[in-house]
T-cell receptor, first 110, second 115 residues
């Protein structure tokens, strides 16, 4: 079983729509969680960390459910510039190794 | 503030040739990593280092070697390139403790084609 699993999509949504991605992880001892954004032919960049209590950054909301071992990302009022691949990332309890999902592709359509 | 710098950005190799990819970071990070990214496979860890003079194998280490003689540099070597090593290679670094909040910083990648 993979450490981190994501639905690869693609998700094609109209501008202004709300879209949600989920990600599951296999190691219950995982300690930190992140969402990264990767644009085509670019490096991944940190979008937001995911905290146990859930956190929001503008149009983006991240949630963590430790009991069910999944994290989610909600994007409200989608913009064309949100088109990218979103990577779910989990840091294991060893503290020095991250595991990446294969990414979920999002295209926002005018 | 350069962050993580990878060189070269592009390279074409013939099968059997060798090369070294250089990763340099100026953030005084303890941890450094080499990943490869292939379509449908996501990012896979090749080797990593938790400090100067240390290296460890990741998920897909075969065919690669690494060295970390200086804290700021992490070198990835291909001894005898094979077409299966055609990929995009990313270097990343992170800091003890801070990685819990901020994750990795990535370099811009090296696109390697082996023909």
């Amino acid at each position: 079983r993979k450490e981190v699993e994501q639905d690869p999509g693609p998700f094609n949504v109209p501008e202004g729509a709300t879209v949600a991605f989920n990600c599951t992880y296999s190691n219950s001892a995982s300690q930190s969680f992140f969402w990264y954004r990767q644009d085509c032919r670019k490096e991944p960049k940190l979008l937001m960390s995911v905290y146990s209590s859930g956190n929001e950054d503008g149009r983006f909301t991240a949630q963590l459910n430790r009991a069910s071992q999944y994290i989610s990302l909600l994007i409200r009022d989608s913009k064309l510039s949100d088109s990218a691949t979103y990577l779910c990332v989990v840091l294991k309890n060893t503290g020095n190794q991250f595991y990446f999902g294969t990414g979920t592709s999002l295209t926002v359509i005018p | 503030n350069a962050g993580v710098t990878q060189t070269p950005k592009f390279r074409v190799l013939k099968t059997g040739q060798s090369m070294t990819l250089l990763c340099a970071q100026d953030m005084n990070h303890e941890y450094m990593y080499w990943y490869r990214q292939d379509p449908g496979m996501g990012l896979r860890l090749i080797h990593y280092s938790v400090g100067e003079g240390t290296t460890a194998k990741g998920e897909v280490p075969d065919g690669y070697n690494v060295s970390r003689l200086k804290k700021q540099n992490f070198l990835l070597g291909l001894e005898s390139a094979a077409p299966s090593q055609t990929s995009v290679y990313f270097c990343a670094s992170s800091s003890i403790g801070a990685n819990l909040l901020y994750g990795y910083t990535f370099g811009s990648g090296t696109r390697l084609t082996v023909v």
